[in-house]
T-cell receptor
């Protein structure tokens, strides 16, 4: 089975930095994804980690520690448009992604 | 570019009726998936298909069936809808494993069962 945990809600200020954590316990591990989902829209891909360490993509970075079953998504220079849900997902032993329940991020002025 | 097309966008259905949600992709991806998304529960996998001609059960398959007659199409059928199947349904596809396991999602189908 799988268990993927992330905070339900977070609030941060425009221009600030926010870190969204994700912990997982899965029967296998073939990679971890982060997706962004705006209200009423489909999820869109943000990042992929399969090896330990930090992957940086512009304002967004994602970190993975396989031994700890832990990842985080770091968002820098927050903008109002970053208000969205952020979904952590793990591929265990097959093809399919198993998703956490998502973290709703509100960016305030 | 179309990517993944779902139909209908939204539907209201009487309990006990059958319904097929359509999903077509033009990316020639091997793998396709159906997820449902409910408030507070996140995205949950209903059924998947790793390649044309094969299907498998996900986390919440009861009350749903799928078929994969060809690479492009992956319809989801509710044989006798119940109110607990009210949800937003997302079809997705991927080209393979690892980083190729990135999912591309359709725009979703909002289903209300009364």
């Amino acid at each position: 089975g799988q268990n993927i945990d992330q905070p339900t809600e977070m609030t941060a200020t425009e221009g600030a930095i926010v870190q969204i954590n994700c912990t997982y316990q899965t029967s296998g591990f073939n990679g971890l994804f982060w997706y962004q989902q705006h209200a009423g829209e489909a999820p869109t891909f943000l990042s992929y980690n399969v090896l330990d360490g930090l992957e940086e993509k512009g304002r967004f970075s994602s970190f993975l520690s396989r031994s700890k079953g832990y990842s985080y998504l770091l968002l820098k220079e927050l903008q109002m448009k970053d208000s969205a849900s952020y979904l952590c997902a793990v591929i265990d032993s097959g093809y399919a992604l198993n998703f956490g329940k998502g973290t709703s991020l509100l960016v305030t002025p | 570019t179309a990517g993944i097309t779902q139909a209908p966008t939204s539907q209201i259905l009487a309990a006990g009726r059958s319904m097929t949600l359509r999903c077509t992709q033009d990316m020639r991806h091997n793998a396709m998936y159906w997820y449902r998304q409910d408030l507070g529960l996140g995205l949950r996998l209903i059924h998947y298909s790793n390649t044309a001609g094969t299907t498998g059960k996900g986390e919440v398959p009861d009350g749903y069936s799928v078929s994969r007659a060809n690479t492009d199409d992956f319809p989801l059928t509710l044989a006798s809808a119940v109110p607990s199947q009210t949800s937003v349904y997302f079809c997705a596809s991927s080209s393979g494993t690892g980083e190729s396991g990135e999912l591309f999602f359709g725009e979703g189908s909002r289903l209300t069962v009364l």
